[in-house]
C-alpha cells in the first residue's frame, strides 16, 4: 500500500501570507495527487487535481505542484475562508489513501 | 448539478452490520466514466478510504476492511450502498459517499462529496 506523509501537521499563519504544505509518497504515484479541504462539521472540498489542476471555482491563489514522490499545495495570499484543514490523496493504485491532514490555523 | 446523500441509521450494536445508503441526484448513476466510493472519518482523525464500485459491479476495497465490507449499486434507484459487518467501536466515524471521476488518463478525483452522516457503534 502506498502511504502519503503531509508536512506540517499543524501551522498558524496570518491573513496575506503565502503557505506551503507538502505531501510525500510512498512510491511514485505519477500525477495521481489531489487536494482537499475540509472545514468542521463539512464534507472535504476538491481543490487541486492531477497534482496541479485547478478545480472549477477555486480561486487562483491555490496552486499545486509536484510528480512522482513530492508534491506541494500553496496558497499565495491567505484569505480569512482559507483556515481549514487540508488533505493530499493518491488515486495511483487502490486502496487510494489520504494524507494525515495539515491543520492551518490564524496566527 | 450531481448531489450525494447519505441514510441509515445513526446507531448500531457491536457486531452487528452497518448499513448505509448513497443516493445520487442531479444525473444518472450510470452516464459517464465515474465510480462511487465509501470513505469514513472518525472524530479528530482523518481520512480512511473505504472501499468503490463501478456501476459495471466491480469493486476494489480497502485490505484493512475487506473481509466485512461490501459495496453494491442500484442504478434503478440511483443509488448505491455500504454494508460493514461485525462493527465495534473502532467503527464508529463519519461516514461519507463520494463520486470518482477517472474520465482523463492521469486523472483520478472525488469531485462530489455526500454531506456525511455520523454512526456510532454502541450497546
Known amino acids: 500500500d502506498i502511504q502519503m506523509t503531509q508536512s506540517p501537521s499543524s501551522l498558524s499563519a496570518s491573513v496575506g501570507d503565502r503557505v506551503t504544505i507538502t505531501c510525500r509518497a510512498s512510491q511514485s504515484i505519477s500525477s495521481y495527487l489531489n487536494w482537499y479541504q475540509q472545514k468542521p462539521g463539512k464534507a472535504p472540498k476538491l481543490l487541486i487535481y492531477?497534482?496541479?489542476s485547478l478545480q472549477s471555482g477555486v480561486p487562483s491563489r491555490f496552486s499545486g505542484s509536484g510528480s512522482g514522490t513530492d508534491f506541494t499545495l500553496t496558497i499565495s495570499s491567505l484569505q480569512p475562508e482559507d483556515f481549514a484543514t487540508y488533505y493530499c490523496?493518491?488515486?495511483?493504485?487502490?486502496?487510494?489513501?489520504f494524507g494525515q491532514g495539515t491543520r492551518l490555523e490564524i496566527k | 448539478q450531481v448531489q450525494l446523500q447519505e441514510s441509515g441509521p445513526g446507531l448500531v450494536k457491536p457486531s452487528q452490520t452497518l448499513s448505509l445508503t448513497c443516493t445520487v441526484s442531479g444525473g444518472s448513476i450510470s452516464s459517464g466514466s465515474y465510480y462511487w466510493s465509501w470513505i469514513r472519518q472518525p472524530a479528530g482523525k482523518g481520512l480512511e478510504w473505504i472501499g468503490r464500485?463501478?456501476?459495471?459491479?466491480?469493486?476494489n476495497y480497502n485490505p484493512s476492511l475487506k473481509s466485512r465490507v461490501t459495496i453494491s449499486v442500484d442504478t434503478s434507484k440511483n443509488q448505491f450502498s455500504l454494508k460493514l459487518s461485525s462493527v465495534t467501536a473502532a467503527d464508529t466515524a463519519v461516514y461519507y459517499c463520494?463520486?470518482?471521476?477517472?474520465?482523463?488518463?492521469?486523472?483520478?478525483?472525488?469531485?462530489?462529496w455526500g454531506q456525511g452522516t455520523l454512526v456510532t457503534v454502541s450497546s
Open positions: 492531477a497534482a496541479s
Open positions: 464500485i463501478y456501476t459495471s459491479g466491480s469493486t
Open positions: 490523496q493518491q488515486s495511483y493504485s487502490t486502496p487510494q489513501a
Open positions: 463520494a463520486r470518482g471521476n477517472d474520465w482523463h488518463y492521469g486523472d483520478d478525483h472525488f469531485d462530489y
